[in-house]
């Protein structure tokens, strides 16, 4: 990857290492949040693992750009969808915040600062949106 940006850098891990981030921050949210699973279920559990997936299909491109507004747009979208279906914003906005972490462990400083400056610009969104 070498000659790349360091979004660039940074979009091709999140894509490539998909399963496993996913994995992780949902576990690390379950565990957060152990009450989710009698709220949810196992099946709950699995469309959060879904979920996780295409947030960071969404996510990657504006890593690649280094562009937190583009995120920010499907951060709002995706909110209304979950907010549709009795999901609260402030879970969504968690699993924003636990994937910043896991790109911190994962990533290059340069390359996971990207992924946290998308990431925190969806949670400021989200948290401006719920009010507060």
């Known amino acids: 990857m070498a000659g790349l940006s360091p979004g660039a850098r940074a979009a091709v891990a999140l894509l490539e290492q998909k399963e496993a981030i996913a994995r992780s921050v949902t576990g690390l949210l379950y565990a957060e949040m152990p009450w989710l699973v009698d709220k949810y279920g196992e099946r709950g559990r699995l469309k959060c693992l879904q979920d996780m997936r295409y947030n960071l299909e969404y996510l990657a491109p504006a890593v690649e750009m280094d562009d937190p507004a583009l995120f920010v747009r499907y951060a709002r979208w995706v ?12 879970e ?7 994937r910043a972490s896991d790109a911190a ?17 969806g949670v400021v969104a989200l948290r401006e949106s719920a009010g507060g």
Do not use: K
């Open 79 to 90: 909110d209304g969808v979950l907010r549709a279906r009795n999901v609260p914003t402030g």
């Open 92 to 98: 969504l906005a968690r699993s924003f915040e636990l």
């Open 105 to 121: 462990a994962r990533m290059r400083a340069d390359e996971a600062a990207i992924v946290a400056a998308c990431l925190e610009a």
